[in-house]
């Protein structure tokens, strides 16, 4: 199956800074979607996005297919954007995550 | 819309006792999951639904079992617990499958934590 790398592993952030999150992908996909999981659990779909560059306030998202590869931008980071971030990718009736992103932002 | 609801949300079971987590969606989705969560492991594919009638094993099928009998519910059944199962358990659904075109968002439920001892 499709293998989904994401790096770095773990990322403490100061807020204020910004910060660029990475997911690499074995495969061709047809689609890739990012994810925040908030400390209580909960994961909310942030971008979905099969390629070219995609942008919701603070956040961005760049997802070159032919490369496979998909980048995530936290500018002016906030102590909310703490929790995991994890991507998926899309293939064969099935999403495939990677195993996340841990972002501390400290105050 | 509730959107995913999932139920319950904790639950402990003793090995060898059987449950099933409840999920239902009110988007009038055609492709509905599970997966679980362990930590260091990220979202790991259970079981899946392309529609009413169909379902398909992922990942990590053994010791669950699934059924779709209707477009908004997609229970999840453990046979008999054992601790392997102690885990987050996701369920997800989007308006079409993923893979397939547009529209293949996934929403997700809170998600239930069940601890097998």
């Known amino acids: 199956g499709i293998q989904v790398e994401q790096s770095p592993p773990d990322l403490i952030l100061q807020e204020g800074a910004n910060s660029t999150l990475r997911c690499n992908f074995s495969d061709s996909v047809n689609n890739l979607q990012w994810f925040h999981q908030n400390p209580w659990g909960q994961l909310i779909n942030l971008f979905y996005i099969p390629s070219g560059t995609k942008q919701n306030g603070r956040l961005s998202a760049t997802t070159v297919a032919t490369e496979r590869y998909s980048l995530l931008y936290i500018s002016s980071s906030q102590t909310t954007d703490s929790g995991v971030y994890f991507c998926?990718?899309?293939?064969?009736?099935?999403?495939?995550f990677g195993k996340g992103i841990t972002l501390s932002v400290r105050p | 819309n509730a959107g995913v609801t999932q139920t319950p949300k904790f639950q402990v079971l003793k090995t060898g006792q059987s449950m099933t987590l409840q999920c239902a969606q009110d988007?009038?989705?055609?492709?509905m999951s599970w997966y679980r969560q362990d930590p260091g492991m990220g979202l790991r594919l259970i079981h899946y639904?392309?529609?009413?009638?169909?379902?398909d094993q992922g990942e990590v099928p053994n010791g669950y079992n699934v059924s779709r009998s209707t477009t908004e519910d997609f229970p999840l059944r453990l046979l008999s617990a054992a601790p392997s199962q102690t885990s987050v358990y996701f369920c997800?659904?989007?308006?079409?499958?993923?893979?397939?075109?547009?529209?293949?968002?996934?929403?997700f439920g809170q998600g239930t934590r069940l601890t097998v001892v």
């Open positions: 639904s392309v529609g009413a009638g169909i379902t």
């Open positions: 998926a990718v899309e293939a064969n009736s099935k999403l495939t």
């Open positions: 988007m009038n989705h055609e492709y």
């Open positions: 997800a659904s989007s308006y079409r499958p993923p893979g397939q075109g547009a529209n293949t968002e996934a929403f």
